[in-house]
């Protein structure tokens, strides 16, 4: 490629037609009678876009070079063409940027089969019960302004106007109104937004809020609103993953534990808890993120474990800044995880890099952490030494510490509970993958609904034994999009969604 200095001001790259050959057929010049299927403006995939093809670069001999008066016409008069074409495509770009997801019905007949019903068609075997309880909830990482415009590099494909705050929170609010969900569990919620403009809009709209912001300097937390139609509050959980006396926790995540009561016209009702919370991003700290998660789990078990020993229903949402399969979305699942040669920079599967390829320590966080390798807040207890006649020597004291600590020493991670994720996270027809953020650098899912499944579905499953309270039946969840998809309304942000992630969202029944 050869890029003439001429006009060195011009905001676009230049392309003299005396080096490239331009083959294009302007979308706004379509025949009618076929569709249109959105100009893709991604900048990385110019080169392959059908609208333009480049032919090979063709170099010209001293002999054909014109002279200085006649390049520059002829180069001014490329410059213009090209603008032309594109000024002609822009104002076909705008009507088109819309994203058509619809809601998918899930029906469980029976452990063995599961049933996905078409958008708007419900399942009348799904309506067999009159001692139920339907919810909703929503979980939206909603990108910090702050957050935006200090990694501009993320959003060069965007158009200026549609990055601005006052262009972005109106259409975020249409989005919550449009679903209309029963909870919210909000990411990235800028505190002098959330105080200004956020909470007072969304109690407006019949919500009770909670917010938790980060520490330090870090000017944004996470929220979980519920209606108060709906739900009574409990109690209120704050998780900070901050501790000044664990030099492995230096980081300012956080998250909210709230435990909800839904209103029902009968004496002794259930209780239903929610978590958010949104993990470190850096993928090359496995450590952080698994220990950060451990202590989510710790404050889950505390807040949803029942007099009887049983846990209530359990909803985990947030930005987890994990893939799927990865091992700390497993963990998750499965409810175990043997770490034991695990690179940190493996935990996440966020990248495929070679850094990041130190071993995870053994244990990963400290004793002092006060959690347990089964996730759960521990009594820091001295160790039991049986009396004998004469006092034990100071090498036999030793010994002790030594074998006790030993025993501690296990690369097993655990917790009590049953997940399931709402999200299968493949197209089944295709196999290809669903996206929950899309943005210059990548396009991936990282957010994610968790929850506790009916024993019948969940049978067979690691940590099926663990006592609940019922446990929560899905209903149906909006269907996702593939990054393909969403290039064809040029990314995210765009002028009808005004985040860099997706908003998820599940409808689910508790059996009373």
Request: proline letters at 7%; one cysteine or more; a neutral charge.
């Amino acid at each position: 490629m050869r890029w003439p200095g001429h006009y060195s001001r011009a905001p676009y790259p230049y392309f003299s037609s005396r080096h490239f050959s331009l083959h294009w057929r302007p979308p706004c010049l379509f025949e009618s009678r076929t569709p249109f299927q959105y100009w893709n403006w991604r900048p990385d995939s110019l080169s392959h876009s059908p609208l333009i093809h480049l032919s090979s670069y063709i170099m010209n001999s001293e002999g054909d070079e014109p002279s200085s008066k006649r390049r520059k016409h002829q180069d001014l008069s490329d410059c213009l063409q090209f603008t032309r074409l594109a000024l002609c495509c822009q104002p076909c770009l705008l009507p088109q940027s819309t994203i058509q997801r619809h809601w998918e019905y899930i029906c469980n007949h029976n452990k063995d089969k599961t049933k996905i019903l078409g958008d708007k068609n419900v399942d009348p075997k799904c309506e067999d019960s009159d001692n139920k309880f339907d919810f909703s909830v929503m979980s939206y990482n909603i990108l910090s302004q702050d957050l935006l415009e200090d990694n501009s590099h993320l959003y060069r494909h965007c158009r200026q106007p549609v990055l601005h705050w006052s262009f972005r929170f109106p259409n975020i609010l249409k989005e919550i109104k449009h679903f209309d969900a029963d909870v919210l569990c909000l990411q990235e919620v800028q505190e002098d937004h959330y105080g200004a403009e956020i909470r007072p809009s969304l109690e407006s709209l019949g919500y009770h809020c909670e917010y938790k912001m980060r520490t330090g300097r870090k000017p944004d937390g996470c929220a979980i609103c519920f209606k108060h139609s709906k739900f009574s509050l409990l109690s209120v959980n704050p998780v900070e993953f901050y501790r000044r006396d664990v030099p492995l926790l230096d980081r300012d995540n956080v998250g909210l534990v709230l435990l909800l009561q839904p209103k029902l016209p009968r004496a002794a009702s259930p209780v239903i808890c929610v978590a958010n919370t949104h993990l470190l991003y850096n993928p090359r700290r496995g450590d952080i993120k698994l220990t950060q998660l451990a202590m989510l789990l710790a404050e889950i078990s505390s807040v949803a474990h029942q007099k009887d020993g049983s846990f209530c229903p359990i909803v985990m949402c947030g930005d987890f800044n994990s893939v799927p399969g990865s091992p700390l979305y497993s963990f998750i699942k499965e409810g175990k995880l043997n770490y034991e040669g695990l690179a940190i920079g493996k935990v996440s599967g966020q990248e495929q890099s070679s850094r990041g390829q130190r071993i995870l320590s053994i244990p990963i966080w400290p004793p002092n952490l006060g959690i347990s390798q089964n996730c759960v807040y521990e009594v820091q207890q001295l160790p039991k030494v049986e009396k004998t006649d004469g006092d034990l020597t100071q090498t036999e004291l030793d010994k002790t510490e030594v074998l006790v600590t030993a025993e501690k020493l296990s690369s097993n991670l655990h917790h009590h509970f049953s997940l399931s994720s709402v999200y299968s996270h493949y197209f089944p027809d295709t196999g290809i993958p669903e996206v929950t953020t899309c943005h210059s650098r990548s396009a991936i899912t990282v957010d994610y609904i968790f929850y506790s499944a009916e024993k019948e579905d969940v049978a067979g499953q690691p940590g099926a034994e663990v006592a609940l309270v019922g446990g929560l039946k899905l209903l149906a969840r909006l269907s996702l999009l593939t990054e393909q998809d969403l290039w064809t309304v040029n990314g995210l942000p765009n002028e009808n969604n005004s985040s860099d992630h997706l908003p998820l969202l599940a409808k689910f029944r508790l059996e009373l």
